[in-house]
């Protein structure tokens, strides 16, 4: 599975925005995704999870009540709708094929990476 993430740029604290994963491939909708970050000089951070069928999600503390993460199996893709957003958000976003684990070990396949970026 190759993934291409999209929907990065500057946007203001309060503000929104959506992030797709483009995937390649016909076996996507067998892969459990998920949705990482990272911010300079930290570590690669768990955001989202989403089961293949897209019938359960996990968040990480941080973003829930604010992200929504969402699939669609037809078109190969899968999306991170980011609301409220803040400051501390500002990361590098990468899409992950694999898992719905937290820990970035437990994905195979990532993405390139996105960049968000929150202005105060």
């Known amino acids: 599975v190759q993934l291409v993430e999209s929907g990065g740029e500057l946007v203001q604290a309060g503000g929104s925005l959506r992030l797709s994963c483009a995937a390649s491939?016909?076996?996507?909708?067998?892969?459990?995704m998920g949705w990482f970050r990272q911010a300079p000089g930290k570590e690669r951070e768990f955001v989202a999870a989403?089961?293949?069928?897209?019938?359960?999600?996990d968040y990480a503390p941080s973003v829930k009540g604010r992200f929504t993460i969402s699939r669609d199996n037809a078109k190969n893709m899968l999306y991170l709708q980011m609301n409220s957003l803040k400051p501390e958000d500002t990361a590098v976003y990468y899409c992950?094929?694999?898992?719905?684990?937290?820990?970035?070990?437990?994905?195979?396949?990532w993405g390139q990476g996105t960049l968000v970026t929150v202005s105060s």
């Open positions: 992950a094929a694999g898992s719905m684990h937290t820990s970035s070990r437990d994905y195979a396949y």
């Open positions: 491939g016909r076996t996507f909708n067998m892969y459990n």
């Open positions: 989403i089961s293949w069928r897209g019938g359960s999600t």
